[in-house]
């Protein structure tokens, strides 16, 4: 009986120690991971920032385009999030990274009121290819960044020369232009109204169209936008164009009262007040083209004026 009695007690001694044992262990384990997933995340949001700090080399000036690459460390998935919250609306951007063949998983991102990217709402890869456009309503109003893979190749097929001259100019890696059947490109853009392409551009009429999707543009920097970016981005990136236009307005407006005050009148307050109207009443790209021709005609009349605004 006493033998019994002292197996059962070492049996239960071990039985305590186990218990213990794995709630130590599964502890250890939650508190790793989530460590793990804090560090992750961190880096994530610190690769982020450092991709927006990349796209300040993208603006051109007054230069026509620019390309450049950035080499992830590892492979990654870029999210492209635009909001038209404040001034300017925001550009976010989220970063994922793959880590033990698994994508991290963060609500975490960076933004930036003054940049523009356009892409797919996901880009992923480890090399991607940026290249930016000015664009010019009727003065310029920002830099039109555009972000692709390497992964994924596009072809111009019978773009007009001035495109075609433009895309080989910038030696880009997955950009071709011509005889795409022969590129094995992931994406044939067509300019002439042909079948079996992936991209149709009307470029008299300033029409992309994507499957089911039409995008309207208006200009060669947001033609490319149309191009490679998924519509929702493109939509929302072009108001949040537009609410820098009305600032801008504004602001040749106080520079036009200005030197009226000094003897020299430019007469564009009142198209200038117009343009800010339009801009601020975009609701969707199929409005563009009253925008434009507004915009032509100021940028017209500054030209022609003594007093020039830009």
């Known amino acids: 009986m006493q033998e019994n009695k002292g197996y059962l007690q070492i049996s239960f001694a071990w039985l305590f120690a ?3 044992g794995a709630v130590i262990l599964f502890i250890a384990i939650f508190f790793s991971s989530k460590l793990i997933k804090t560090e992750q995340e961190e880096i994530s ?5 450092e991709f927006g700090i990349l796209l300040n080399p993208l603006e051109t000036g007054f230069e026509s385009l620019k390309s450049n690459s950035i080499i992830m460390p590892i492979e990654s998935r870029i999210y492209n999030k635009c909001n038209l919250d404040g001034v ?3 550009q976010r ?11 991290t998983e963060t609500d975490l991102d960076v933004g930036f009121s003054n940049k523009y990217l356009f892409s797919e709402n996901v880009v ?9 456009k000015p664009l010019n309503f009727p003065f310029k109003v920002t830099d039109l960044i555009i972000v692709t893979s390497s992964e994924k190749k596009y072809c111009f097929q019978n773009a007009p020369e001035e495109i075609a001259n433009e895309i080989s100019r910038i030696n880009q890696e997955n950009l071709y232009v011509e005889n795409c059947s022969k590129r094995n490109a992931n994406v044939v853009i067509c300019f002439e109204g042909e079948s079996g392409c992936n991209i149709n551009v009307d470029y008299e009429d300033g029409i992309v169209k994507k499957g089911s999707d039409t995008i309207y543009f208006e200009g060669d920097a947001l033609m490319y936008a149309a191009i490679f970016s998924d519509k929702n981005i493109y939509e929302c990136q072009l108001k949040r164009i537009m609410k820098r236009i009305k600032t801008l307005s ?10 009226s005050m000094i003897g020299c009148n430019t007469n564009l307050n009142s198209d200038l007040l117009v343009l800010i109207n339009l801009a601020d009443n975009l609701k969707s790209s199929s409005e563009l083209n009253s925008i434009k021709l507004i915009a032509d ?3 017209e009349k500054n030209k022609e004026a003594i007093c020039k605004l830009w």
């Open 18 to 20: 186990i218990i213990v």
């Open 93 to 103: 951007i989220q970063i994922s990274q793959k880590n033990f063949g698994k994508w």
């Open 45 to 49: 949001l610190k690769t982020g920032k």
């Open 124 to 132: 992923e890869g480890k090399k991607y290819f940026l290249f930016s």
């Open 297 to 299: 005609d100021i940028d």
């Open 250 to 259: 504004t602001i040749y407006i106080d520079k036009a009262n200005f030197v």
């Open 88 to 90: 300017f609306g925001r």
